[in-house]
Every structure is written in structure tokens, then in C-alpha cells.
């Protein structure tokens, strides 16, 4: 019997090859072209839209449960920007200067920046997540892996979907997607979702008398909220069975109040209790204290008026043209990002720190690839040349100690890169396959920098501004980087439903410039400027990865059990370690280097027609192998960001009824992740970067959502579905991430929380 795909992570009706039992294949382009997902030697999850569709996923940072080793913060404080960490490997800082160490794309188009990287797309077809180095074929800044979403396309055949969902903190969600049918050679797909909800946190006034002389009135009544729609139109020129274009055009916008970053600590570097900020600075006494809580806070109080806006446009355009067994690919893309947040750092009624980022951002790209088969299909190719530019600026006002310290911080980057690759597949024997790919990439980077002390609020009208460092673009010269990155696999198949792969491969991150940098000096032969971090730009970070993996369809094609072991030397890692003094900004290291180990297993089973089960395990390994701090190596003493040992995933789908009336399901999903720390500061003792690690160390999380639906309901011709949901079920809440000032600040720490319980119901209706 032919499996139900839609309840299968690894099979989507809409994408899947035909399969004589049990489990349906997805086919996936990770590798440029259409193939069997068990066929790429890559250890790839591949996530189906059915699968996408039954859990409401529609954005990455709700895929991070389901692929081992793959973990997906909220940066602190936002709500559309998130730190992608993929086998120990992350970029913290989301500042429009640093780039990422995952590789984010949409239909093949680059997403090249954290912020803004959390959107919705209301129908996606599926997600492929590629963990491990994929430099040969996606470039720089994929050498954690990367996260492909591809979108359904136009079929030229009328039909469509819509939704409605209701939850609790009055959460309201339309969401849906229509396909016109085709005019002549067009066919017109439009697809969007808007959603708006209360906050999670309660802002109240100052509910402590003793800090009455410090509080501030507050400004908003509830923060945490959602207000955001995002609309994309597909359109497809179909010329001829050779020829055809798919434009598209994607709008997002949000308009909401931030993450609530509640004050988790204050005063355990060695201050009196009862003292935040030394008395150096005439501010002793405050109470700060009073509002420090380790366990979430459904109520706060905050000073300033918070927001988060972004408006995000894109244009993309794909022409693919066959030539006998060959493919010729264009792929041109436009993006636009403005981003706008206002954020109380302390958590706290008391005017301690504001920050705010105001961010624009474009990007272009332009890529050609020839796909093709040779020699009787026993030789796949790919070749491709790729070009990039981006520019993006950031202006980053900070107020701290009721206006006694204020900075003009200002920074931007602009980059041009251009790249040449190729890969080629070869059955050198009728159960082996060799691949080899190859990957040049030359980069150029800019960066423009202002930082300004004000004048403190109430100072004489003819009080100077400092400017600490002022480097407009061409004063400090621009940087140049090159890279040749290979890869090797060797694939081996014992039966057609079972093979084994040994890989190698090349990762590259880029270089740059710090562009958060303060830190500033006396002009030199070397540094005319002053701008000591930003005269010596951080170096590359690069890898070599060994991998190997088994994978598997076993038990009449109703078991699929894939395994990877992989093995990283990285060098130059590039860490980020956020610093509290003066204008607060990251210092970023070329560390040193370091190996990272580690098993994944992801298994899906359909032991009979109406039930599905799917898991995944994760173990990982980190060893800094050198770390050099101030010129010493405390390769010993420092942490690994955002690298739990070990995170789990277990999901189930039982339909256990099904009759005229429709289909019943019931559905489930846990994730676990172990501890992990934030941020690489030291683990014991003091350092130059002045925090420990385990002040903002996560106890990790298990996180349960459930879901129980009524589908293929007959509707006058179409098709309806009413389903009742819950989300954190148990309640988790250990906090997930945060920033911790360090001693200068009196050891000031702000957490955030996971979402608290949400439920509520969601009917739809699909349209033939």
C-alpha cells in the first residue's frame, strides 16, 4: 500500500517520487538538481510541506526542533532576527557588519544577514536542511551548513487554501495561498499571512517604594506582542517545454514590541548587594536588585518606549532554458531590509540602558548554472559563476545611567564577491560513485565607522562631543579575501535502498571588519586613523570537515534510519564576545582553533498506513585546541556558544479515525535540548573579556506541542480541516538566551524566556 505522505517529515505528496510501499521518497535540489534526498551523500534533513503544514511551521526558527544538531535562537531582545547554529558553529552577534556561519536561502536566492532572517512564508513546499561545510556549491558563509526554503510554484490550475486560527493572548492569524489558473503562457500564484497577538509580558508602574527615586513612568502597557503580514507573488512564463521564467516578489512587515529582556542578575561580581553601579560613576544605591529574577516573569516594568519595525522587499527572477540533457540556470535577485528596534537592556523602570538600531540594507546577486548528464547518465555536473554585493548601514544610539552616558554609534560594511565552481558525480563502478567538487571565491569588504560621546542630558549648552572614532569609507582601506574550497565523497550503494558515504569537505566564513568597534587610540604609522580593531580586520574562519554516513530503507521500505558521524578542524574561529564598557559592542576574536565531533541519527517509521513516528538524536563534542586571550592560551578555560551536547526529537502522527466525514489525527511533538552556554567567556576564574560563563549559562529545555485535527472534511466540492492545538505544553521555562554586561555594569544580566503555553484552534478550507 502506497504510503500517506502527508504524515511523513521525509515525503510530501506534491514533491515525492512514486514509492511501492511504506514510505514515499522526497526529492530534493541540494545539489543543484532533482534527486532522491537517500541518494544525496550529504547528511541532509529534508522536511516536507505536509509535514511543514501539520505542525503550522512557516518560518526557521521553528525548524530547529527537527534536524539533530541544529539549534535556532531568537537573538536577544528581537523577535525576526535568530542565531542558526549548526554542529557547534554560530555567528552571536546579528550586527549588519558580521556575517553568518549558515547559509540561509529562498528558492536559491542568498539571504545574507541575521537580521530579518525570521519571516514568514505562508506556502512552503518544503525545507532542506544541509548540515556540515557546503562551500563547493553554496560558498562562503555555509560553513556550518545550509537552510534552503523552497516555495510551492504555480501549476496554472485553479485552486488555493485559507486559514483562520484563534489562540489565547487574543491571537489572530489569517493565513493562505490561491492559484489562478493559466492565461496563455502565465500562471499566477499569490500566498500571505498576517498575524497580530497581545503581548506575553504585563508592563506595570514601579511596584517598589524604594526604587520610587529612580523609576521612570512607563510608556506602553504589554510588550512580547506579534504584528506582522508578509505576501508573496509567483508568476511563471511557461515559453515552451525548454524555456521558463518564474518571477517572484515577497513583502514583509512587522510593526510589534520586542522580546522582554527581564533582568536575570545583578551584583555577583563582588559588589554590595544593595549597589548596581560604582560609585566611581555617582550612581550608588540604586536598587536594582529588587527586579533580578531567575524564574519567567508573566508582568515587568520598563522605562522606554520599545519597538520592533521591519520592512523587508525582494525580487528574484529564475530563467531556465534545456539543452538536450543540459540545463542552463540565470538567477537574479534584489533584496531591500529596513529594520528599526528600541530596546530597554535592563528590564528594568530605572533609566540604566537604552539601545536602539536603525538599519538599511540592500543586496544584489546574480548567478548561472549549467546542470547536465553524460556518458549514458553515469556523469551529473554542475557549473556554476556567482556574483554578490551588499550595503548596509546601522545607526545605534545608546543612553545609559539616566542620560549621564550617551554615544553616537554609527557603522556600516559594503562587500562585492565573486565566485567560479563546479562538481561533477561519477559511477565509476555500477555501486560506487565518486564526487568532486571545487570552489573559488574572492571577496572585497569596506567599512565606515562613527562613534561619539554627547554631552551628558542636562550639560551646559556649549559641552563638546568626543568623537572617539570617525572613519568614513577609504579611510581605512579595504580587505581582500580568497579561498579554494574542495570536496570529496565517495558513495556506495549495497542495494538501491541502502548506501553508505565517506565525505570530505572545505568550509569558509569570511573576514571583516568589526564595525561595533570602540576600540580607539593614538593615530599611528600603521593606524593613522586610531581605530586600532578596525586597522586589523579578523581573519577568514575556515574548516575541514570529514563526515560519514550510512543511509536506509529497511523493513519492506516502512523504516528510514540515516546515520552521520562527522569529524570538524576549525581555524581562525571568528567569536564574538559582547563587551559592557563604555558604548557596548562586541569584541570579535580570531580565537585560535578548535575540533568538534559528533553522531546524528534521524529515523522515520510508518509501521502501518495510519501511523507515522519520527526521531532524531544528536550528540556533540567541542575542544578548543587553542584559544589566545590577551596573548595567552586558555584553550581550558572558555566556552563554547551555543553548543548543547545533545538535543532529541521525537514526533508522532496517528490517524485514528476516517470515514465520509473526513480524517482524525492525532499529533505530537517533544524536543530536548541539553545545556549550553551563550557566550565564549571564560568558565572559571577571571579573564580579559570579564564574564564567566556560567552566569549565562541555559539549562536547556523540553519543549511539547500537540495537535489534534479533523482533515479532508467534504465541503460542497472542497476540502475543510478544523483542528485544537497546544504549544510548550509543560510549560518550559529555563531561559534561552542572554547578555550579560559584566563587572563594569555590576554584573547585569538580562535573559529571555521561551514563549509560555499558547493554544488555540485553526480551520481552513482547500479549494480545488
Known amino acids: 500500500m502506497q504510503a500517506d505522505a502527508s504524515l511523513n517529515p521525509a515525503a510530501d505528496q506534491h514533491s515525492a517520487a512514486a514509492s511501492p510501499a511504506g514510505l514515499a521518497d522526497i526529492v530534493v535540489t541540494a545539489q543543484r538538481r532533482s534527486e532522491n534526498v537517500q541518494q544525496v551523500p550529504i547528511a541532509i534533513s529534508a522536511i516536507s510541506g505536509a509535514y511543514l503544514q501539520s505542525r503550522d511551521i512557516t518560518s526557521i526558527d521553528q525548524i530547529g526542533q527537527v534536524a539533530p544538531n541544529v539549534k535556532i535562537e531568537r537573538t536577544p ?409 574542495p570536496a570529496a565523497t565517495l558513495r556506495y550503494d549495497f542495494t538501491s535502498r541502502i548506501n553508505a558515504y565517506a565525505r570530505y569537505a572545505k568550509g569558509f566564513k569570511s573576514g571583516g571588519f568589526n564595525g561595533e568597534s570602540n576600540v580607539a587610540g593614538a593615530p599611528t604609522a600603521a593606524c593613522p586613523s586610531g581605530a586600532l580593531e578596525l586597522c586589523q580586520p579578523y581573519r577568514p574562519e575556515t574548516v575541514d570537515s570529514y563526515e560519514l554516513g550510512f543511509k536506509s530503507r529497511l523493513i519492506g521500505n516502512t523504516l528510514q534510519l540515516n546515520v552521520a558521524a562527522f569529524w570538524d578542524e576549525h581555524r581562525d574561529i571568528q567569536l564574538s564576545a559582547f563587551q559592557g564598557n563604555g558604548s557596548a559592542a562586541s569584541l570579535v576574536l580570531n580565537a585560535g582553533a578548535a575540533r568538534i565531533r559528533g553522531l546524528e541519527l534521524e529515523m522515520t517509521a510508518q509501521p502501518t498506513a495510519h501511523f507515522t513516528a519520527n526521531a532524531s538524536f544528536a550528540y556533540l563534542d567541542t575542544h578548543y585546541r587553542s584559544f589566545i586571550d590577551g596573548g595567552i592560551d586558555v584553550a581550558g578555560n572558555r566556552a563554547f556558544p551555543q553548543a548543547p551536547h545533545y538535543n532529541v526529537g521525537v514526533g508522532t502522527d496517528w490517524e485514528f479515525a476516517e470515514g465520509g466525514w473526513g480524517k482524525a489525527h492525532l499529533i505530537g511533538d517533544l524536543s530536548f535540548v541539553s545545556s549550553y552556554y551563550t557566550f565564549p567567556y571564560a568558565l572559571q576564574g577571571s579573564s580579559s573579556l570579564t564574564q564567566i560563563a556560567s552566569n549565562s549559562r541555559s539549562p536547556g529545555r523540553t519543549i511539547v506541542n500537540l495537535r489534534a485535527q479533523v482533515g479532508d472534511i467534504p465541503l460542497g466540492g472542497h476540502r475543510a480541516s478544523l483542528s485544537v492545538w497546544v504549544r510548550n505544553l509543560t510549560q518550559e521555562s529555563a531561559p534561552s538566551n542572554f547578555i550579560d554586561f559584566g563587572p563594569s555594569f555590576g554584573g547585569l544580566t538580562v535573559a529571555n524566556f521561551p514563549d509560555p503555553r499558547t493554544f488555540g484552534a485553526t480551520v481552513g478550507v482547500r479549494f480545488r
Open 77 to 485: 531582545g528581537n523577535k525576526t532576527v535568530a542565531q542558526i547554529s549548526i554542529r557547534g558553529s554560530v555567528t552571536i552577534n546579528p550586527a549588519i557588519t558580521f556575517e553568518p556561519a549558515v547559509g540561509l536561502y529562498v528558492d536559491g536566492v542568498y539571504i545574507a544577514k541575521a537580521q530579518g532572517n525570521v519571516f514568514d512564508v505562508a506556502d512552503l513546499e518544503r525545507v532542506e536542511v544541509l548540515r556540515g561545510p557546503q562551500g563547493t556549491l553554496y560558498g562562503r558563509n555555509t560553513l556550518a551548513g545550509a537552510v534552503n526554503l523552497v516555495t510551492r510554484k504555480p501549476t496554472g490550475v485553479a485552486g488555493g487554501s485559507l486559514e483562520a486560527s484563534y489562540g489565547n493572548f487574543n491571537d489572530r492569524r489569517i493565513k493562505g495561498a490561491i492559484d489562478l489558473p493559466a492565461v496563455s503562457i502565465f500562471s499566477l500564484k499569490v500566498s500571505g499571512q498576517y498575524e497580530k497577538r497581545d503581548g506575553f509580558i504585563a508592563i506595570r508602574p514601579n511596584p517598589y517604594p524604594a526604587a520610587s527615586a529612580f523609576a521612570s513612568p512607563v510608556l506602553t502597557d504589554r510588550t512580547n506582542d506579534l504584528n506582522g503580514f508578509g505576501i508573496m507573488a509567483q508568476l511563471r512564463a511557461q515559453f515552451s517545454d525548454r524555456l521558463v521564467a518564474d518571477y517572484s516578489y515577497d513583502f514583509s512587515r512587522t510593526d510589534q514590541q520586542p522580546n522582554y529582556l527581564q533582568l536575570y542578575s545583578v551584583n555577583r561580581n563582588g559588589a554590595a548587594s544593595d549597589i548596581f553601579d560604582p560609585a566611581s560613576r555617582g550612581y550608588s544605591g540604586i536598587p536594582l536588585y529588587l527586579f533580578a529574577n531567575k524564574a519567567r516573569q508573566s508582568s515587568g516594568s520598563v522605562n522606554s518606549q520599545e519597538y520592533e519595525r521591519e520592512r523587508i522587499e525582494g525580487h528574484a527572477l529564475t530563467v531556465a532554458y534545456t539543452i538536450g540533457a543540459a540545463t542552463l540556470k540565470s538567477i537574479s535577485a534584489y533584496r531591500k531590509l529596513n529594520f528599526d528596534d528600541s530596546l530597554d537592556l535592563d528590564g528594568t523602570p530605572i533609566a540604566v540602558a537604552v539601545s536602539e538600531r536603525h538599519t538599511a540594507y540592500h543586496s544584489f546577486s546574480q548567478e548561472l548554472q549549467l546542470t547536465g548528464k553524460a556518458l549514458d547518465s553515469r556523469l551529473n555536473y554542475v557549473l556554476g559563476g556567482y556574483y554578490f554585493d551588499d550595503n548596509g548601514f546601522t545607526n545605534n544610539p545608546q543612553t545609559y545611567f539616566f542620560g549621564q552616558s550617551r554615544f553616537d554609534s554609527r557603522y556600516g560594511s559594503k562587500t562585492q564577491a565573486e565566485a567560479a565552481y563546479g562538481q561533477v558525480d561519477a559511477t565509476v563502478l555500477p555501486k560506487l560513485t565518486l564526487t568532486g567538487g571545487l570552489r573559488y571565491n574572492h571577496e572585497t569588504k569596506s567599512v565606515t565607522r562613527l562613534l561619539n560621546v554627547l554631552p551628558a542630558l542636562g550639560s551646559p549648552a556649549a559641552t563638546p562631543t568626543i568623537t572617539v572614532i570617525n572613519v568614513p569609507y577609504g579611510v581605512i582601506p579595504s580587505v581582500s579575501y580568497s579561498d579554494v574550497s
